[in-house]
Every structure is written in C-alpha cells, then in structure tokens.
C-alpha cells in the first residue's frame, strides 16, 4: 500500500491563503489555510494507482489530474498543512481499496417453503375479504 509518506516531498505544493469563515481582524492578517496541489499524472505513483485514482469521482480531482485540497480547520498554518496531508493519504488509500468478489448464494429450500407459505397464507386472507353473495 502505498503511502503520502512514499510520495517525496518535491511532488507535492503547499501554498498558504486565506481562512474563509469567522476568526475577527486575525483573519484578514493571517495566511493559515493551506491549498495542496498533487498532479498525479507526473508523479511517481504506479500506473495502476494513478489510473484509480483519476477514476475516482471525487470533486477534489481536476480534469488535468491535479488533486486540489483546501485545509483550514485549524488556526495553526502547520496543523492544516499536516491535515491536507492526512487528507490525501485517505484518498490513496481508497484508491488502493480492493473490494472482495461477491460471492453468488442461494437460499436455502426452507426459507423459499416458508416465503411461498407466507404468500399463499397472505393471498387466501385477501380472498377471504371479498364481498358475500346473496343468491
């Protein structure tokens, strides 16, 4: 499995901007947020790991390959650099995800005998609900 920790660092901008939200006259001052930009396709990822991941639908991924992630969690430039990192080890890691193959089952012969039970069970109530006839 690959790892953000895998990944050397030259591949990887970090720019400070701007914290949208609230946080007083410090937020007009102060450049705490962090954008990450990662370009997949000139990285030194393996094929396979690049193609999954640039066949994830996430918004976070430009049509160039480029991962743009924006942290400003925190008020610490440091701990948003830290977590736009975190950020995007998750999404290596759910590129690598492998999902087990779906293994076909059949239900047992009981459980069918006791839907279709239930069904005729269900079925003559309903008939029983009808209308008398006076003849």
């Known amino acids: ?5 895998d990944i050397p660092e030259s ?3 970090f720019s400070a901007i701007r914290a949208s ?3 007083g006259q410090n937020v007009n001052k ?5 954008h990450l930009r990662f ?5 030194t990822l393996p094929a396979a790991v690049k193609s999954k991941i640039l066949a994830m639908r996430d918004a976070r991924i430009s049509s160039d390959g480029v991962i743009v992630i924006k942290a400003q969690k925190f008020r610490s430039q440091e701990k948003n650099r830290l977590e736009s990192l975190a950020r995007l080890d998750e999404m290596l890691r759910e590129s690598q995800h492998v999902e ?3 293994m076909k089952t059949r239900p047992s012969r009981s ?3 006791k839907r279709l039970d239930s069904k005729k ?3 003559s109530l309903k008939k029983a609900r009808g209308k008398v006839h006076d003849y």
């Open 21 to 23: 939200g609230p946080g």
């Open 1 to 5: 499995m690959i790892r953000v920790s």
């Open 121 to 123: 069970r269900q079925g």
């Open 30 to 34: 102060v450049s705490s947020a962090i």
């Open 39 to 43: 370009d997949v396709m000139s990285s």
């Open 11 to 13: 591949q990887i901008e």
């Open 100 to 102: 087990a193959p779906r």
């Open 111 to 113: 459980s069918v005998r």
